[in-house]
């Protein structure tokens, strides 16, 4: 017969260590006064990842946003960082009613007025080559058509690469 506990002191079982986290309800408490998962992280000594997973397990969590109106693409990993994907993420926060830090909003002001100047709507293609949307390919600008109307993005069910896709750089670099 193996003896589990061989390798403790005394033959008792090893203690887990105690937790690092108080109780949810304490976690929500901390919530309800504002306090961001980082800050409760700092504070217990633990990641915020902890702290975020402690609350969702507990159901406490609240809900990932939807970005799914403004990003309706199923994005590869590798295009995940792409200017478009981030300033399109934030667009959809701000229209959701959520308050962006000072220059997350400049930032994001100063790419719409760059798209409105441009003329051009946002359009994902996974096969996409690196263009000057996108060092890493996938998302690009296109000139507004007609059937654009004043959206932001193109969504076509089949964004086969062809040649009447024209990629357009709305900083005129290019």
Same mark, same amino acid.
Request: aromatic share 8%.
């Given at each position: 017969?193996?003896?589990?506990?061989?390798?403790?002191?005394?033959?008792?079982?090893?203690?887990?260590?105690?937790? +690092?986290?108080?109780?949810?309800?304490? $976690?929500?408490?901390? *919530?309800?006064? @504002?306090? %961001?998962?980082?800050?409760?992280? =700092?504070?217990?000594?633990?990641?915020?990842?902890?702290?975020?997973?402690?609350?969702?397990?507990?159901?406490?969590?609240?809900?990932?946003?939807?970005?799914?109106?403004?990003?309706?693409?199923?994005?590869?990993?590798?295009?995940?960082?792409? +200017?478009?994907?981030?300033?399109?993420? $934030?667009?959809?926060? *701000?229209?959701? @009613?959520? %308050?962006?830090?000072?220059?997350? =909003?400049?930032?994001?002001?100063?790419?719409?007025?760059?798209?409105?100047?441009?003329?051009?709507?946002?359009?994902?293609?996974?096969?996409?080559?690196?263009?000057?949307?996108?060092?890493?390919?996938?998302?690009?600008?296109?000139?507004?058509?007609?059937?654009?109307?004043?959206?932001?993005?193109?969504?076509?069910?089949?964004?086969?690469?062809?040649?009447?896709?024209?990629?357009?750089?709305?900083?005129?670099?290019?």
């Amino acid at each position: 017969m193996i003896n589990k506990f061989a390798d403790c002191p005394e033959g008792f079982p090893v203690m887990p260590r105690p937790r +690092r986290l108080p109780s949810s309800d304490v $976690l929500r408490a901390e *919530r309800q006064k @504002g306090m %961001t998962y980082e800050e409760i992280g =700092e504070k217990y000594g633990v990641t915020k990842g902890a702290v975020y997973l402690q609350l969702r397990d507990a159901k406490i969590s609240g809900t990932r946003p939807d970005h799914s109106k403004y990003i309706p693409w199923t994005v590869r990993t590798e295009h995940a960082q792409a +200017r478009p994907n981030m300033m399109l993420r $934030l667009y959809s926060r *701000r229209e959701q @009613g959520e %308050t962006l830090p000072g220059t997350k =909003e400049r930032m994001l002001d100063k790419w719409l007025a760059e798209i409105k100047a441009a003329d051009v709507v946002v359009c994902y293609n996974r096969e996409m080559v690196p263009n000057p949307a996108s060092p890493t390919g996938g998302w690009y600008y296109s000139k507004r058509r007609p059937t654009d109307g004043d959206r932001l993005i193109r969504f076509e069910e089949d964004t086969k690469q062809n040649d009447s896709t024209k990629v357009v750089d709305p900083s005129g670099t290019a």
